[in-house]
């Protein structure tokens, strides 16, 4: 993919950022992007950091979880917004723009081998799969669990962690303890990440990134 134009303003923050977060050991080198509309898609660039452009579109970019960090139950991350959409209820298909979305993707241990393989488009349409995504846009409250509007009912909630606006901010997150507010019981085995950026529905331009990302 190109590399977003806007790359230069934010990779100075994204940096200070991903220090302090505590860097970690996952690279988007090796991340892809999976369309979900026939034309257009966001323009990203990986590498230690993924820098993001949307003008009016939407995909997902994604990359699997070494087996060694199946187990993880915390997350850490950075992300910047130098441009943004204007606030939305994520609660609603079809109107539910975000500046930025980062998803945490479990099946269950006994599924996990097999299912390693499997790209993020087949991961999301499995009823045994569990989906806690972090936002940062909206203007939901923050720590509300939304039930996600698409897919199977029960299988993907989404956690507003910032509303609408831009910055930069680190977060921490308790994967195990979200997961159990949202469906109950312990995760099973972490097996994909992505990190999405969605502009549709308002026509509207994200400039954003994600960097220091950590699981542990």
Do not use: C, H
């Not at 323009?43 to 230690?48: I, R, T």
């Not at 997961?179 to 950026?197: C, D, K, T, W």
């Amino acid at each position: 993919m190109r590399r977003p134009r806007a790359a230069a303003l934010i990779l100075a923050a994204l940096t200070l950022g991903a220090t302090t977060a505590g860097a970690g050991p996952v690279s988007f080198s090796d991340w892809k992007e999976q369309r979900l509309q026939l034309f257009g898609s966001n323009d990203y660039s990986f590498g230690q950091t993924l820098q993001m452009v949307s003008n009016g579109t939407v995909s997902i970019a994604w990359g699997r979880v070494p087996q060694g960090d199946w187990g993880a139950r915390r997350a850490s991350w950075t992300w910047n917004v130098t441009e943004g959409v204007p606030p939305t209820d994520l609660s609603r298909k079809g109107g539910d723009d975000r500046n930025l979305a980062v998803y945490f993707v479990f099946v269950p241990e006994a599924a996990a081998a097999g299912l390693a393989s499997a790209d993020i488009k087949a991961l999301l349409g499995r009823s045994d799969v569990r989906v806690l995504q972090y936002a940062y846009g909206g203007n939901n409250a923050v720590g509300s669990v939304l039930p996600s509007p698409y897919g199977t009912p029960g299988t993907g909630v989404t956690i507003p962690l910032r509303q609408a606006g831009t910055g930069s901010y680190s977060e921490s997150v308790d994967l195990a303890a979200d997961y159990a507010r949202a469906f109950g019981g312990e995760p099973g085995a972490l097996i994909g990440l992505a990190v999405s950026g969605d502009s549709d529905d308002t026509k509207s331009r994200i400039v954003a990134a994600v960097g220091g990302l950590r699981v542990e």
